[in-house]
Structures are given as structure tokens and as C-alpha cells.
Nanobody, 120 residues
Framework: QVQLVESGGGLVQTGGSLRLSCAASRSIFSIYQMGWYRQAPGKQRELVATVTNGGSTNYADSVKGRFTISRDNAKNTAYLQMNSLKPEDTAVYYC??????????????WGQGTQVTVSS
């Protein structure tokens, strides 16, 4: 198992930046994929970005060119750098860990979330 704790959320103006961090309770070196998801009020949770242990990344179209996901295996932490923020980015952001590429459905672990609010 792995526990995940997000931090770095807050209130920012349109066009501003935030960096979210996701600290894991154990080494993430062998974890296949780390990801960030978000859920806005009244909407379903959606994928924001993922990064594999091989460095491959995937982004939602709505954040491409503005957000950057990364992972620091030495610090057991994943990050989400968010630039050029828009009001529609307002949501609770959740960190996610998928230890293995195998499994149907895959085993997933979630953090408790951090609120990001972008004012217009």
C-alpha cells in the first residue's frame, strides 16, 4: 500500500501559477504511474495528467501547454506545475498512484485532495 498527501493548493488569480506536491509514504521508484485528477463541483473526477516510471507523460487537452507533471523518485514525490491558470481550473485536485501496469481493474491509491481556486 501507499499513502498519498497532497499540498500546494490555494487561491490564485487568473493567469497565476501554483505547484502541487504529492508526497508518498514509501518509495515511488517502482510505482508504474503517478497521476493528478481533479473534480469540480457538480462534475465527475477527470484526468489531468499522468507520468510513468519511464518518464512518459499524458495530459488532458484542456491543460496541455500550461501544466507540467513530474516525479522525483528520490523524494518520493510527484508534482504538478500549473501555469496560466483559468477559472475553469478550479477544482479539488487529487494525487493518484498506480503501482502496476497489470490488473483489471488496476489497483489505485488516492490522496485526500487539495483545493485549487482560480479567481477571475
Amino acid at each position: 500500500q501507499v499513502q498519498l498527501v497532497e499540498s500546494g493548493g490555494g487561491l490564485v488569480q487568473t493567469g497565476g501559477s501554483l505547484r502541487l506536491s504529492c508526497a508518498a509514504s514509501r518509495s515511488i521508484f517502482s510505482i508504474y504511474q503517478m497521476g493528478w485528477y481533479r473534480q469540480a463541483p457538480g462534475k465527475q473526477r477527470e484526468l489531468v495528467a499522468t507520468v510513468t516510471n519511464g518518464g512518459s507523460t499524458n495530459y488532458a487537452d484542456s491543460v496541455k501547454g500550461r501544466f507540467t507533471i513530474s516525479r522525483d523518485n528520490a523524494k518520493n514525490t510527484a508534482y504538478l506545475q500549473m501555469n496560466s491558470l483559468k477559472p475553469e481550473d478550479t477544482a479539488v485536485y487529487y494525487c493518484n498512484a498506480r503501482p502496476s501496469i497489470y490488473g483489471v481493474p488496476p489497483t489505485l491509491y488516492w490522496g485526500q485532495g487539495t483545493q485549487v481556486t482560480v479567481s477571475s
